[in-house]
């Protein structure tokens, strides 16, 4: 959609804010670009971003950015199916789900803090979780990626699961996660710091293993034992 630009936002105290005639300009472009998408219930922060009462849904529009820099987002906010490399722009808050699945995403930088609901970031070409969300009250999904490290998970996981037994295969990581058998057990291990990228350090993996009892497997496929 070639009409959409990413929308700059302005540093507090802008000069160019205060002119009404840039405010109106401002609205007039950001009202344009949600006409285009139907995003209703919009309103203008002084920084220049926009806060919406409701859903965000557009996915599937072959987008390569955002068209705007989004503040909270009280519904939901779906961006999946497209071909964005970025998530700047995106909400840092959003009310319900935030689905960005199956773009072109390497990194989650400029990922929401919170999530009220489900974080699907699955399909994409992820190898580690840096940058997403600190708090997620719903599931992680991010099956489908590189993942060789689960660094960056949210710091507060809510009433859903983290779905990596369950839906993270084909990621490398799941290869070491599926050894344990709970979620936690995985976690405490990860105090052994035995991952190196796509090396495991031996020794360390080996002491994390024995304290639950866990055969040393010969191999891990995507790994190799330093």
Same mark, same amino acid.
């Given at each position: 959609?070639?009409?959409?630009?990413?929308?700059? +936002?302005?540093?507090?105290?802008?000069?160019?804010?205060?002119?009404?005639?840039?405010?109106?300009?401002?609205?007039?472009?950001?009202?344009?670009?949600?006409?285009?998408?139907?995003?209703?219930?919009?309103?203008?922060?002084?920084?220049?971003?926009?806060?919406?009462?409701?859903?965000?849904?557009?996915?599937?529009?072959?987008?390569?950015?955002?068209?705007?820099?989004?503040?909270?987002?009280?519904? +939901?906010?779906?961006?999946?199916?497209?071909?964005?490399?970025?998530?700047?722009?995106?909400? +840092?808050?959003?009310?319900?789900?935030?689905?960005?699945?199956?773009?072109?995403?390497?990194?989650?930088?400029?990922?929401?803090?919170?999530?009220?609901?489900?974080?699907?970031?699955?399909?994409?070409?992820?190898?580690?979780?840096?940058?997403?969300?600190?708090?997620?009250?719903?599931?992680?999904?991010?099956?489908?990626?590189?993942?060789?490290?689960?660094?960056?998970?949210?710091?507060?996981?809510?009433?859903?699961?983290?779905?990596?037994?369950?839906?993270?295969?084909?990621?490398?990581?799941?290869?070491?996660?599926?050894?344990?058998?709970?979620?936690?057990?995985?976690?405490? +291990?990860?105090?052994?710091?035995?991952?190196?990228?796509?090396?495991?350090?031996?020794?360390?993996?080996?002491?994390?293993?024995?304290?639950?009892?866990?055969?040393?497997?010969?191999?891990?496929?995507?790994?190799?034992?330093?």
């Amino acid at each position: 959609m070639k009409y959409l630009k990413l929308f700059e +936002s302005f540093e507090e105290g802008d000069e160019s804010l205060s002119e009404s005639s840039d405010l109106t300009s401002l609205s007039e472009s950001i009202e344009s670009i949600c006409k285009k998408l139907n995003i209703r219930n919009w309103s203008v922060n002084s920084d220049g971003t926009v806060d919406v009462d409701g859903d965000v849904i557009i996915y599937n529009k072959g987008l390569t950015e955002l068209p705007l820099k989004f503040g909270e987002v009280s519904g +939901s906010f779906h961006c999946n199916y497209n071909k964005l490399t970025s998530l700047e722009g995106a909400p +840092s808050r959003v009310g319900d789900n935030f689905s960005c699945e199956d773009n072109y995403l390497t990194t989650l930088e400029f990922a929401p803090i919170y999530v009220g609901g489900n974080f699907n970031c699955g399909w994409n070409k992820l190898t580690g979780l840096e940058g997403g969300p600190k708090e997620v009250d719903g599931g992680y999904i991010c099956n489908h990626n590189a993942l060789i490290s689960l660094s960056g998970m949210p710091i507060k996981l809510g009433s859903g699961e983290f779905w990596v037994k369950i839906s993270c295969y084909d990621n490398p990581i799941y290869e070491v996660y599926k050894l344990f058998l709970s979620h936690n057990d995985f976690i405490d +291990s990860l105090d052994y710091n035995y991952l190196r990228g796509t090396n495991i350090v031996e020794s360390r993996f080996q002491e994390a293993l024995d304290e639950l009892g866990i055969e040393m497997p010969e191999s891990i496929p995507g790994y190799k034992y330093i």
